[in-house]
């Protein structure tokens, strides 16, 4: 398992929301491209990028800094945000991203994210936004009616690489990894689980190690660590150790 840093993206600068909220955005750094490189520099095996204009409709703003990050980067690239088609996700397969998490099109379109996972084998995550019971779509402003249980009874199937699953309640707050949840999840799918949703301080990177498994892929560091409250390289020199 590793510690997968985060940048949300916001008119081209590097943001932090609270529990998903578009108004509650933070800059904490208007060069993402740098902040970027500072991550890879940092030891880190892989980025977590969000485009959070896309994930509230407003497609294209940030295109072409997703570019400039791929460009300046060599470490494998998860992006999630605003794809709600295959078209959308193949741009991105072509523009050198590794990864794509999909939430309200991976609800709404079972069988075309099916579909994209036969041609983009072992990809794609499904984004698992969860609060309270149900899974949250179009920016997190809508309820669906899918629970992460339901889900899992469609793409276990599949050949999607896994699950993303955040704790909206929490996402942003600091105030832990909702533990309970992530152990519950892990053992309703066969496949790889990312998560990330509260993680507080180094503490939380302890207590998730007591649940590790090959199947826990990672955790996502995002106002964490901006705030100062995890130190990547010490993170992921927890989570790789077998003790």
Not at 7 to 26: A, E, P, Y
Not at 66 to 83: A, M, T, V
Request: glycine share 8%.
């Amino acid at each position: 398992m590793k510690a997968f840093p985060a940048i949300d993206l916001k008119d081209n600068k590097c943001v932090r929301l609270t529990k998903g909220i578009d108004s509650t955005s933070q800059i904490f750094n208007s060069d993402p491209v740098e902040q970027a490189k500072y991550f890879e520099d940092q030891g880190s095996t892989r980025l977590h990028l969000v485009d959070l204009d896309s994930a509230f409709g407003r497609s294209e703003i940030n295109t072409k800094i997703i570019q400039e990050i791929r460009n300046s980067i060599s470490i494998p690239i998860q992006l999630g945000g605003g794809i709600r088609n295959n078209k959308i996700a193949k741009k991105y397969f072509e523009l050198g991203i590794n990864y794509l998490i999909i939430g309200s099109y991976a609800v709404k379109n079972i069988e075309k994210v099916t579909e994209l996972s036969e041609s983009f084998q072992d990809s794609i995550y499904v984004a698992l936004d969860v609060l309270g019971k149900n899974i949250m779509i179009n920016g997190w402003q809508q309820k669906s009616f899918f629970t992460p249980t339901k889900l899992f009874q469609h793409y276990d199937k599949t050949k999607i690489r896994g699950y993303v699953l955040t704790d909206i309640e929490n996402d942003g707050m600091l105030s832990g990894l909702n533990l309970n949840m992530i152990s519950l999840n892990l053992t309703l799918t066969i496949k790889k689980l990312i998560v990330g949703g509260g993680l507080k301080d180094m503490r939380d990177i302890e207590e998730l190690k007591k649940i590790q498994t090959p199947q826990l892929e990672g955790v996502i560091a995002g106002k964490a660590f901006y705030v100062g409250d995890i130190d990547l390289k010490k993170a992921d020199k927890l989570l790789s150790t077998n003790a």
